[in-house]
């Protein structure tokens, strides 16, 4: 019995001696390749590389994110390496111990470019496996971008575990770009990755499938060569697409800045070069809004901007109906004076705002719901574009509404077709001008409101848009809401396909041009209103 109990007694010595040395062993391989880190070769670096981010280690992406970002210090005395942290605390990259200062000696371990593109493998390998959708999205197309072998077995083993739609299109992209430039790749791996690149059709898949070199299989350099054709027309096609999306978007600009002026002009046949005052004015308003929010309400300000428009076009309307009924009334008939006056009401105005905010611009907020962007095919559609858009032609709806339903609608339509006979039919002419003032100026201000989401607000916002608002309605023919729609439109999509072509000053003069010789042929535009000879 006694023997029996030194055997086993010797036996649990044995094991734990096995144990013992067993241990450093199986933890020896990790520790090795982070000491690589410190013989400052670049072979040495990679091969490090690809064994941390293969290792299982919970200190792998720690050490790979401190490496890409220059935190990663070796002392080559020593052969240590440490990650010093963003909050001056630095550990042992091998245990993870905490060290109380890096040594003076130790410095940045070294990358070049294609170490800088195993890194990016590495971590996209190590974040594959992430919970957070975002981050295995982002993974899967640094790998694409890398398409380091080392990734391949991470990225078919996420591959065969992810549900979500846009994620596995993307590990598969990954996959197809690794197999593609992978030696031992069978051809028939090859043609469908570059059927899948393919699929992708965008600038990256572009650039991929023409780095493709002459060591290919035939058939894979003559699909490739396909595809990249492919692509190249795909792409005219959706820059096309990208351009007219600009230039709707700008027209919705020229458009909201237009409309007011389109009004005031129309009807009332007045030049008022401070119409672009007031659209700074909705801007300004925007401001002071949103600052008030900040200081005292910060949990409101996602609804800053629907505070900001009925106030913007109050105000903006009030300070329109007090120039008109202070200025404008005196100088009807007289379009020269009325223009000189109300050019240098426009320089009185901005340097009130320089007095009251100062001469440099002010900072208005995107509210959440206005922040970001989204693919659509292969172009890009920002949120604060898109909304202005739809709100410009929600704009554009209720006006039309009410000039065709409402009374003092009715008025203006009969005060711009004929205002002799409209004052003869107990029509208050003078009361319809300081309304219709007023409403084209509260338009301008609630166009200051959407242009404060894309331009700076200064002084000098409204005069950037002046000249071209003038344009778009003598374009599109004065007082003719359709035809300042039509026209705001038709110059932003114009413009945006000549600046590619001739620079965007020379696409201006072009515009220009172009309007002056359509003027010579239709002086009263694209859309005259009929009525307005009977005066003459």
């Known amino acids: 019995m006694l023997s029996n109990l030194s055997a086993r007694l010797c036996s649990f010595v044995l094991s734990l001696f096995l144990i013992a040395f067993a241990l450093p062993a199986f933890a020896g391989p990790f520790e090795d390749a982070v000491a690589k880190f410190a013989n400052d070769d670049y072979s040495d670096t990679e091969e490090a590389i690809g064994t941390v981010a293969s290792s299982g280690n919970k200190l792998a992406f720690p050490i790979i994110s401190a490496l890409q970002d220059g935190r990663l210090m070796a002392d080559p005395d020593s052969k240590k390496v440490y990650v010093t942290g963003t909050d001056g605390k630095s550990i042992d990259a091998a245990t993870g111990e905490a060290v109380a200062s890096v040594p003076d000696s130790a410095s940045a371990v070294r990358l070049n470019n294609r170490l800088r593109r195993s890194v990016d493998a590495a971590l996209g390998s190590l974040t594959l496996q992430s919970p957070d959708l975002g981050a295995r999205l982002q993974a899967a197309q640094s790998v694409f971008k890398s398409r380091e072998e080392t990734a391949l077995e991470p ?53 991929l499938l023409s780095d493709i070199g002459t060591d290919q299989p035939a058939s894979v ?34 458009l909201l800045a237009a409309i007011g002026l389109a009004i005031t002009f129309g009807v009332m046949g007045v030049i008022n070069m401070a119409h672009g005052e007031m659209v700074m004015i909705g801007a300004y308003t925007t401001f002071v809004v949103q600052e008030v929010i900040r200081t005292r309400y910060p949990a409101l300000f996602d609804y800053s901007l629907l505070i900001a428009v009925p106030l913007a076009f109050l105000v903006a309307g009030a300070i329109g109906m007090l120039i008109e009924r202070s200025i404008i009334r005196f100088l009807y008939g007289r379009p020269l004076e009325t223009l000189l006056a109300t050019w240098g009401l426009s320089l009185v105005l901005q340097q009130a705002v320089r007095t009251m ?3 440099t611009n002010r900072e208005v907020g995107n ?16 949120y604060n574009r898109l909304w202005i858009l739809c709100f410009t032609l929600a704009v554009f709806a209720i006006l039309l509404a009410m000039l065709r339903y409402s009374a003092i609608g009715l008025e203006m339509r009969a005060v711009t077709q004929n205002r002799r006979m409209a004052a003869s039919m107990g029509i208050a002419t003078s009361r319809v001008d300081a309304l219709t003032f007023g409403l084209g100026s509260g338009i301008a201000g609630i166009a200051g409101v959407a242009l404060s989401q894309i331009d700076n607000v200064s002084p000098n916002l ?24 039509v026209g705001a439109f038709t110059l932003g999509i114009a413009n945006k396909f000549l600046e590619p072509v001739a620079g965007a000053v020379l696409g201006k003069i072009a515009i220009l041009v172009l309007i002056i010789l359509f003027i010579q042929k239709r002086p009263r535009g694209l859309f005259a209103l009929k009525g307005r000879a009977v005066e003459a």
């Open 155 to 207: 990225v078919e083993s996420a591959l065969a575990k992810e549900t979500n739609k846009s994620v596995k299109t993307a590990l598969g992209e990954a996959r197809a770009a690794i197999l593609l430039f992978k030696s031992d790749a069978t051809e028939v791996q090859k043609l469908e990755a570059v059927a899948t690149i393919k699929a992708r059709g965008d600038q990256d898949a572009l650039a």
């Open 221 to 254: 350099t003559k699909a490739a060569a396909s595809a990249i054709g492919s692509i190249q027309s795909s792409l005219a096609v959706w820059s096309t697409v990208q351009n007219a999306w600009y230039g709707l978007s700008l027209g919705s600009v020229l």
């Open 357 to 359: 905010f100062g001469p």
């Open 367 to 382: 509210p959440s719901w206005m922040s970001g962007a989204f693919e659509l095919g292969q172009i890009t559609i920002t």
């Open 462 to 485: 409204g005069q950037s848009y002046i000249i071209d608002s003038f344009m778009v309605v003598v374009f599109g023919g004065v007082g003719n809401l359709w035809g300042t729609l």
